[in-house]
């Protein structure tokens, strides 16, 4: 039983490890990004990977009970609302930033777009072909 408490503790220990790195990833990213949508999606990436590994770690801790019950919500609700609300806010940066131009590549219609990447596709598998031959 000493074997399982030690593979237990290891484990949790882990997670808990790689959440924190994962929340000095995305400090990282929040204060030396640029532009505030990248500054935005390291914010969002980093809470979502970093609370649902932190959360992990400490269900492993807490065992089989109620609390890691609890736990496993709070990781489920983080995994829909961080996304959906970063997506909100990124929605209304494009939408009131009047110089977005100067930051990415704007389309005027969607038919641009869709042309762009299909021209890449095409490139790619030239590429790909070149390679194989």
Not at 14 to 24: E, P, R, S, T, V
Not at 43 to 68: E, P, Q, R, Y
Not at 102 to 108: D, F, G
Request: charged share 20%; with cysteine; net charge negative.
């Amino acid at each position: 039983m000493e074997i399982l408490e030690w593979i237990k503790l290891i484990t949790g220990g882990a997670f808990l490890l790689c959440g924190l790195l994962i929340f000095l990833i995305e400090l990282y990213g929040i204060f030396h990004l640029g532009y505030v949508l990248n500054r935005m999606h390291a914010a969002a990436m980093g809470d979502t990977l970093g609370i649902s590994f932190s959360l992990i770690g400490l269900m492993i801790f807490t065992g089989l009970n109620f609390t890691t019950l609890k736990m496993g919500l709070i990781v489920i609700f983080l995994w829909f609302a961080s996304p959906v609300s970063s997506h909100l806010l990124a929605r209304l940066e494009v939408s009131t930033n009047e110089n977005l131009e100067n930051h990415c590549k704007v389309y005027e219609n969607l038919e641009e777009l869709e042309a762009e990447l299909k021209q890449e596709r095409i490139d790619e598998e030239k590429e790909a072909g070149g390679e194989e031959v």
